[in-house]
């Protein structure tokens, strides 16, 4: 009653949170263009352009793909053949659980799932997920970079499937022990009368199926153990293997012997039954709002982009997708183990560097867009660190085009008014100068401003500038303004001048300290040995550090 | 001859042709390119974050170093990039412990053992020019070729030691081998604009545009290009200014892989000449008829 119960609740709520899931794609915008087009079309879009595309010549690479990348998980060997395994255990086992659980039953006539090869099959399949648990919990705690990213719904997914399986073996191995299910199998189907006859297939099980009587039977004498093997072979062995074939739950069987012994079997029983079941029914209900998602937007994704190329797709469809391939990651850090600028994470300490991270924070940024906010900060600097450099995408085991997003993510940033970080920080740095400016006469300063250039170690080599101006005359910049003072605040030789006087926040606001090419045409020219360019960029650092925005001191 | 191949983070999105084209080229010449997972070489990091510049520059290169291998880069900038790198580590022995330290966590050294070439360097000091000449089979007739020199391979010439800063001349020797005129333009050493067209848009096509029309005017077919760079930025000026005001900047950027390609006998597919913008095809008819 309660089974039937809690199982047609979850999949009510499984169905609800698929429906939902399903209303909310195509509302996410993601990237401008998408904003004016209803949700209504953008499925009909969505839908209709994959349908035709899976009925089209590319239909066949299609289905390639669902069997290449989702059933054999292709993708996820370039990027780390562990991770590969892991997955693959994980994978194939779930589904040899859920068949021989679910569909088994329904699917093959005179389905028992105590013979074999059923009852080997689903220790197999326990036994496979675990040991990808196993492996992906390895990973996660081994990889410095993927224990940073692993969060709640990492955990709760690795739990969940743990305690599926944990308390499956264990349910397993106690119905081993169980003489209460013994009790029950032999009124259900044994047939037998006589009171020896009962006593010789209860040796006989307890000596050959590891049934544990609490009372204890009778000693396993040759006569009784041969009168049991005929009943067994009469009555039990068309419907019951021998439980040794459940080669993991077999063994924990005899370590739980003990307290079959004692009595506590039943109730043992009882609590693994209705943690199991538990387990499986939150994850299928959960399933739409964790990452067990993926097992139906990720073979979606994959047929999608095998059907058509990404510059196709009508902005319609191309709105469905990205809002898709949002709710497709696994966050399984695939991206982030490779990204090119990971190493920065040292000295900049903010996850959102991370593509996997930054996805979540395209997600919420597009959810709830707080440009003011922190989060918002370091979505964008994020964003701006990024090379493009398309590693994330090409390794992306289920194909998403994180080149493709994070150029909307800049968009949408933009539309915010969050810009590219080093155009903030230099406006900002710019304000700040003038600001100081118009409220007093700037004079020079005492030289403590040398101690703020740490890089390179001759960066005061500013001091020997005598203002020659060779650097400003063969720069490009100033040749490029008619009116270069007015442009650019500063010229080069200036810059190097007010340094000099100790004016750090002239220098640092000065736009032609944020226009600089990093040409070094002005280090190479200049007849002092001044580092011109070399100071310039770290102008650019001192600003950003200033404001909070650099590197971690 | 074997080196890491150090792609930087542009290339495989933006310029594949590069890409196909280099490795074809050094293919056919024997040069046997190792595929390492690199990161950025950090130059687009050090506007803001010095010591990340520093550590991905160093971890490079010294994954490079525990494969026993010099490292080679067909991009201008992250080649002044990675050799700006060692100098810093070379001039503050402090911050050079620094960085080891942080990458002894991951078992990686720096000590500067492998050398830091850009492609232009493996073919003309480690090959030579007398070894290119022999292989080209097919030379260029009446191509006249404007060569961008670049920022990042020349300065600061005491750190990158390519060629004389003021009169560089490697790359017109380089290209007057596939039998193509280098011509000399007033730009040759300009910057291409790259570097603030995140900041500064309305600057970074200006000088791009300088570039071709300063090769126009010098009478040039072509702009020869061998940075990443420098080719995106030449694309985008082409794509920006639409067909009729292309004609009138010049014929086009050529990657410098796919000019000694062709006049190599290799054929245009092998070599993407129609992934450039504008397509790079019309080269072909300089070529001597077969």
Not at chain 1, 489 to 514: C, F, N, V
């Amino acid at each position: 009653m309660l089974f039937t119960w809690s199982l047609h609740l979850s999949l009510a709520a499984l169905l609800l949170g698929l429906a939902y899931k399903l209303w909310s794609w195509p509302r996410i915008d993601i990237g401008p263009a998408c904003r004016d087009i209803p949700p209504l079309r953008r499925l009909r879009a969505g839908a209709g352009g994959f349908g035709r595309a899976l009925l089209s010549r590319r239909g066949g690479a299609m289905l390639w793909a669902l069997v290449r990348d989702g059933l054999f998980q292709a993708r996820s060997r370039t990027h780390s053949p562990l991770a590969w395994i892991a997955h693959l255990l994980m994978f194939w086992g779930m589904m040899g659980l859920i068949f021989l659980h679910a569909l088994g039953p329904v699917l093959i006539p005179d389905f028992t799932a105590t013979l074999n090869p059923w009852l080997f099959l689903r220790d197999l399949g326990g036994l496979m997920l675990l040991a990808g648990v196993a492996l992906v919990i390895f990973r996660r705690r081994k990889l410095p970079l993927l224990g940073r990213v692993t969060r709640w719904p990492d955990r709760l997914a690795l739990g969940l499937l743990a305690l599926l399986v944990l308390s499956g073996f264990g349910l397993q191995g106690l119905k081993i022990t169980s003489a209460a299910s013994y009790q029950r199998m032999v009124e259900e189907y044994g047939l037998l009368d006589e009171a020896p006859d009962r006593r010789a297939l209860a040796v006989y099980w307890q000596e050959h199926y590891g049934v544990v009587f609490p009372s204890g039977q009778a000693a396993p004498t040759p006569e009784l153990m041969a009168r049991g093997e005929e009943l067994n072979a009469e009555s039990c062995l068309d419907c019951h293997a021998r439980p040794q074939w459940a080669f993991a739950s077999w063994p924990l069987s005899r370590a739980l012997a003990p307290l079959a012994r004692l009595g506590g079997g039943a109730l043992a029983e009882q609590a693994l039954w209705h943690l199991h079941y538990l387990a499986a029914f939150l994850a299928l209900a959960l399933l739409p709002f964790t990452k067990f998602l993926h097992l139906f937007t990720g073979p979606l994704l994959l047929m999608a982009r095998a059907g058509r190329p990404r510059e196709s797709l009508s902005p319609a469809s191309l709105a469905l997708l990205r809002a898709l391939e949002l709710d497709v990651c696994t966050r399984c850090g695939a991206c982030s183990a490779h990204c090119s600028v990971a190493p920065a994470l040292r000295h900049v300490p903010n996850l959102a560097l991370l593509p996997s991270e930054k996805l979540a924070a395209l997600k919420a940024l597009v959810q709830r867009p707080r440009p003011e906010s922190e989060a918002a900060q370091a979505t964008r600097q994020g964003a701006y660190i990024c090379t493009s450099c398309l590693r994330c995408t090409r390794l992306c085991p289920v194909g998403i085009d994180l080149q493709d997003l994070w150029l909307a993510l800049k968009e949408e940033l933009a539309a915010l008014g969050l810009g590219p970080t080093t155009l903030a920080v230099g406006s900002q740095a710019h304000a700040q100068a003038e600001a100081q400016r118009s409220q007093e006469p700037v004079v020079p300063k005492a030289n403590g401003f040398q101690q703020g250039l740490l890089h390179s170690a001759q960066a005061d080599t500013f001091r020997a500038c005598y203002c020659c101006t060779t650097c400003s005359v063969a720069c490009p910049v100033v040749a490029q303004h008619e009116e270069p003072m007015k442009a650019l605040d500063l010229l080069p030789h200036q810059i190097m001048h007010s340094l000099g006087l100790g004016m750090a926040q002239e220098a640092m606001g000065a736009r032609m300290t944020w226009h600089c090419l990093t040409c070094y045409r002005c280090q190479e020219a200049c007849p002092m040995g001044v580092r011109v360019t070399d100071i310039l960029y770290e102008l650019r650092n001192l600003a950003a550090r200033d404001q909070g925005q650099g590197e971690a001191v | 001859m074997r080196f890491a191949l150090f792609l930087g983070c542009k290339i495989p999105a933006y310029v594949p042709h590069y890409e196909i084209a280099t490795r074809r080229v050094m293919a056919e010449l024997g040069v046997e390119l190792v595929d390492v997972e690199f990161p950025c070489c950090g130059y687009p990091l050090r506007h803001l974050y010095f010591r990340s510049y520093l550590l991905a520059g160093a971890r490079a290169m010294a994954l490079s170093e525990a494969r026993g291998l010099d490292l080679v880069t067909p991009c201008k900038c992250c080649f002044g990039s990675l050799q700006r790198v060692r100098a810093f580590l070379e001039e503050r022995p402090e911050l050079r412990e620094e960085i080891n330290q942080e990458l002894a966590e991951e078992g990686l050294a720096y000590t500067g053992a492998a050398r830091v070439l850009h492609i232009l360097q493996v073919l003309h000091d480690e090959l030579g020019a007398p070894a290119l000449r022999e292989r080209v089979v097919r030379p260029f007739e009446g191509l006249d070729a404007a060569v961008l020199y670049g920022c990042h391979l020349v300065r600061p010439s005491k750190i990158t030691r390519f060629d004389d800063p003021a009169r560089p001349h490697i790359i017109d020797q380089l290209v007057s081998l596939t039998g193509a005129r280098p011509v000399p333009y007033a730009g040759r050493l300009n910057c291409c604009g790259a570097p603030v067209r995140e900041r500064n848009e309305e600057l970074s096509l200006a000088m791009i545009r300088d570039r071709l029309s300063e090769a126009r005017d010098a009478g040039a077919h072509i702009l020869v290009i061998a940075c990443p760079y420098s080719q995106m930025q030449a694309e985008w000026a082409y794509t920006l200014a639409g067909p009729e005001p292309q004609r009138e900047l010049i014929q086009g950027p050529v990657l410098y892989p796919q000019l000694l390609g062709l006049s190599m006998g290799l054929g245009p597919d092998e070599l993407a000449l129609t992934q450039n913008i504008p397509s790079a095809e019309y080269l072909l008819s300089f070529l001597p008829r077969p």
